[in-house]
Nanobody
Framework: QVQLVESGGGLVQAGGSLRLSCAVS????????MGWYRQAPGKQRELVAT???????DYADFVKGRFTISRDNAKNTVYLQMNSLKPEDTAVYYC????????WGQGTQVTVSS
């Protein structure tokens, strides 16, 4: 059974930081590309950041320089360090594992107050 479990969301003031974690089980984590997506109320889900199996990273323009994605293959975990948070970063953040097919976590709420 594949499981992706996000944690680390919460309420933070603008300018603050949060670190999201996604613990993965049931797949060979090392060969999967991992990603973070987000969905704000009334909006479509959008890509935030990805990290390949080899550690190559890519970011949406709206988070470049503020967010950092990383992975720990020994812990089967992917992280999203979010700094300089803005109210427009408020959304449910989802973890994604992709290799052929794709798996999703249940999401974690991030709320940034102004």
């Amino acid at each position: 059974q594949v499981q992706l479990v996000e944690s680390g969301g919460g309420l933070v003031q603008a300018g603050g930081s949060l670190r999201l974690s996604c613990a993965v089980s049931g797949i060979d984590f090392r060969i999967y590309a991992m990603g973070w997506y987000r969905q704000a109320p009334g909006k479509q889900r959008e890509l935030v950041a990805t990290i390949s199996y080899s550690g190559r990273t890519d970011y949406a323009d709206f988070v470049k320089g503020r967010f950092t994605i990383s992975r720990d293959n020994a812990k089967n975990t992917v992280y999203l360090q979010m700094n300089s948070l803005k109210p427009e970063d408020t959304a449910v953040y989802y973890c994604n594992a992709a290799f052929g097919g794709a798996y999703w976590g249940q999401g974690t709420q991030v709320t940034v107050s102004s």
